[in-house]
């Protein structure tokens, strides 16, 4: 409680709130076999500076920057991290798969690890700065993919990769009518 007695609060309400994909299914989550360089490729994807894991914290953070006076925004902004966190999943379910472990660390060429750390996320701190934030992470991440997508010879993988991708642009295409908005 405010020392002059008021209570403050958050006017927004989330309940109904669903991640925000495109309507079709995900390929089922499967590999041709346990290789661990496309584990490798994919813990990347799950938890390196460009990843879903800083996509999903860099998100929330918008959203609670904005839940106090950009609601619709908010709103849109949680639901994008919701789809984020199903990215995460999945990616989660292919690196066991394919031989990896799941420990927030991204392997570099020297052998050591590189842990996750919240200095991956851009903090901006005002909605125009939070949209383009996002939409430049989007943008690096669709790259990051599509990249990932050449280096991997397994055509299971590349189907979610593939079918991530358009998430991503999904997410794009939201975040620019935010900003015209």
């Known amino acids: 409680m405010e020392a002059s007695g008021k209570i403050l609060q958050s006017d927004c309400s989330f309940s109904g709130v669903s991640p925000l994909m495109l309507p079709f299914p995900y390929p089922a989550i499967k590999v041709r076999e ?6 490798n490729l994919l813990t990347v994807d799950y938890c ?3 990843s879903e894991l800083t996509a999903i914290t860099q998100y929330i953070h918008g959203e609670s920057c904005m839940c106090c006076g950009h609601c619709p925004e908010a709103r849109t902004l949680l639901g994008i ?3 984020e966190m199903m990215h995460l999943q999945k990616l989660g379910e292919m690196i066991v798969l394919l031989g990896g472990s799941i420990d927030y660390s991204v392997p570099t060429r020297s052998g050591k690890s590189q842990m ?3 200095g991956y996320v851009d903090l901006a701190g005002n909605l125009q700065g939070i949209i383009q934030t996002n939409i430049e992470a ?6 990051q993919y599509e990249q990932h997508i050449k280096m991997i010879e397994d055509t299971c993988v590349n189907a979610v990769l593939a079918r991530i991708v358009q998430d991503e642009e999904y ?4 975040l620019q009518m935010m900003k015209r908005a």
């Open 138 to 143: 989007e943008k690096a991440a669709i790259n």
């Open 34 to 39: 346990p290789n661990q360089f496309y584990a």
């Open 171 to 174: 997410h794009i295409m939201l």
């Open 81 to 83: 991290a919701m789809a």
């Open 48 to 50: 390196g500076s460009v």
């Open 116 to 118: 996750w750390t919240p």
